[in-house]
T-cell receptor, first 116, second 109 residues
Framework: DAMVIQNPRYQVTQFGKPVTLSCSQT?????MYWYQQKSSQAPKLLFH???????NEADTPDNFQSRRPNTSFCFLDIRSPGLGDAAMYLC???????????????FGPGTRLTVL | KQEVTQIPAALSVPEGENLVLNCSFT??????LQWFRQDPGKGLTSLLL?????REQTSGRLNASLDKSSGRSTLYIAASQPGDSATYLC????????FGAGTRLFVKA
């Protein structure tokens, strides 16, 4: 089945220690998104890639970076995690192909990040 | 700036009841609106997508409507079941994707 995969599902890191979260997709979608969701809050868009074009949200901290080496993979790098970065990180994909389900977003299971 | 609000924040109903979840948004310039389900500690599962040119979409016991002019969408769940217990989120896609905070639904057996 085509899907969005996130690894690891759970990540524990220490304050200030860099961490990388990964996302892969078999849907061949050209758009990939990273969201941050804190407990009982709405998911917040951090950035997205339209093909290789990187689009950063204005209020995304510089501490967060992303890489997309190819269509299938996208990485979220947190350079110096703080306690406030503990959250669920969600990866999603969509396609801008025309049709009924234009830009429908499909989500992975998420990575829960704990910062000690 | 787009704002998305979901009311109620939480809802508890007995099994078998029909129910309506509400989503409102402030900027009607949207491409689509999507409803998701989220189980505790899990990712989001897409339920229904309504394009801006559409008025409603149906899937099984779910029906979603969209009224762009009034900035409202509703998700209707027929004959609710305990397995429907989850948080339901709406997301509006315009210049960027904005989520509501969700409605936590509990269906009592």
């Amino acid at each position: 089945d085509a899907m969005v995969i996130q690894n690891p599902r759970y990540q524990v890191t220490q304050f200030g220690k860099p961490v990388t979260l990964s996302c892969s997709q078999t849907l061949n979608h050209n758009v990939m998104y990273w969201y941050q969701q804190k407990s009982s809050q709405a998911p917040k868009l951090l950035f997205h890639y339209y093909d290789k074009d990187f689009n950063n949200e204005a209020d995304t901290p510089d501490n967060f970076q992303s890489r997309r080496p190819n269509t299938s993979f996208c990485f979220l790098d947190i350079r110096s995690p703080g306690l406030g970065d503990a959250a669920m990180y969600l990866c999603a994909t969509s396609s801008d192909a025309s049709g009924e389900f234009y830009n429908e977003q499909f989500f992975g299971p998420g990575t829960r990040l704990t910062v000690l | 700036k787009q704002e998305v609000t979901q009311i109620p924040a939480a809802l508890s109903v007995p099994e078998g009841e029909n129910l309506v979840l509400n989503c409102s948004f402030t900027d009607s310039a949207i491409y689509n609106l999507q409803w998701f389900r989220q189980d505790p500690g899990k990712g989001l599962t897409s339920l229904l997508l309504i394009q801006s040119s559409q008025r409603e979409q149906t899937s099984g016991r779910l029906n979603a409507s969209l009224d762009k002019s009034s900035g409202r969408s509703t998700l209707y769940i027929a004959a609710s079941q305990p397995g429907d217990s989850a948080t339901y989120l709406c997301a509006v896609e315009g210049f960027k994707t904005i989520f509501g905070a969700g409605t936590r639904l509990f269906v009592k057996a």
